[in-house]
């Protein structure tokens, strides 16, 4: 994450590049959307199908991050501050996973700049230790929370409200639509975590490898999984040999038949621990974007989970 305090001067000299493009959007920012939808920019792709689900057709909402990026690694360009600008509420995870939204919104302030919605405010958090190699001494060097917090059902349900609630307080007139839309999408998420409870109640092992970074312990914890990642917390870290060697070590000595990589990264440490031990490689899908192909063809929070269940399932061989 500390690249990012490089990259923060980048994103206010942009800001300086786009104000007097800003100045004149903002003007007209404070009204709704002339068809009276509300105006909506959300960084990540959980955001931004949360806030399509709850407003439905009542509201706009553009996603921040381009098809195919990989969150972490995502660096906001003068445009993403102008579209800011227009926005009515800018949707945001937390500090941890956009250390860069901080600036950007500076971008947009001394306008009318649109209100921020920190949607994983009350939050269960974890430390984001857990996905740091620890050096020789046994110590890991990141400090803070793990950002990847919607892989938590429960927590996706907070952001949810969060969300909802930003939304009906911007255009009270919609309060009992979005809070209605919010309900009924909880009632699914509660669906979906009663069918992960269920399908990964009995397995032939609970263990998990996955050749990617640390995004999963979240999911891992609810529902009482053993993790072990190649990368640490961000996905522009590299593994050590010693981390290599002991992926592949645990994975011939628990027989695990399965390595799971991740979306939008090239595979190759998982296809390294794959052909070393001959397990089977498995896609575990971290939702904070999407490729261009799964946009088009309409993909959802909800199927992604969907997919991630039925994939666990056959790489932990469950019953």
């Known amino acids: 994450m500390g690249s990012w305090r490089t990259k923060a001067g980048l994103v206010v000299l942009a800001a300086l590049v786009v104000t007097a493009l800003v100045s004149c959007s903002c003007s007209r920012r404070g009204d709704l959307e002339g068809d009276g939808r509300l105006r909506i920019v959300a960084t990540i792709f959980p955001l931004y199908d949360f806030a399509r689900a ?7 909402v553009q996603l921040l991050l381009p098809p195919g990026v990989e ?8 445009e993403d501050i102008v579209r800011v600008s227009k926005a009515d509420l800018f949707v945001y995870t937390n500090a941890e996973m956009e250390p860069w939204g901080e600036s950007l919104f500076r971008g947009v ?4 700049a649109p209100q921020r919605v920190e949607a994983g405010a009350g939050a269960r958090y974890l430390d984001a230790r857990g996905g740091d190699e620890p050096d020789a001494h046994g110590h890991s060097a990141s400090h803070g929370r793990d950002p990847h917090i919607w892989l938590d059902i429960a927590n996706a349900g907070i952001m949810v409200d969060n969300i909802a609630a930003a939304m009906a307080a911007r255009a009270p007139a919609k309060r009992e639509l979005f809070m209605a839309n919010a309900a009924a999408y909880k009632k699914r998420l509660e669906e979906l975590d009663s069918r992960f409870r269920n399908g990964l109640a009995v397995c032939r092992t609970r263990e998990f490898i996955h050749g990617g970074h640390f995004a999963f312990a979240y999911l891992a914890r609810r529902y009482n999984l053993t993790y072990l990642s190649a990368y640490g917390i961000t996905a522009d870290s590299e593994p050590s040999p010693r981390r290599m060697m002991e992926l592949v070590r645990t994975v011939r000595e628990h027989g695990l038949k399965a390595v799971f990589f991740e979306e939008l990264l090239a595979p190759r440490v998982a296809e390294t621990v794959a052909g070393e031990t001959g397990a089977q490689l498995i896609r575990l899908h971290g939702i904070h974007n999407v490729s261009r192909q799964e946009l088009d063809r309409g993909v959802t929070y909800l199927g992604l989970m969907e997919e991630n269940l039925a994939n666990l399932r056959k790489g932990l061989e469950c019953r």
């Not at 969150?71 to 003068?78: D, G, Q, R």
């Not at 302030?109 to 009318?112: L, Y």
């Open 109 to 112: 302030e001394g306008g009318k």
């Open 54 to 60: 709850i407003g439905g057709e009542s509201v706009s």
């Open 71 to 78: 969150a972490h690694s995502f660096e906001p360009k003068p």
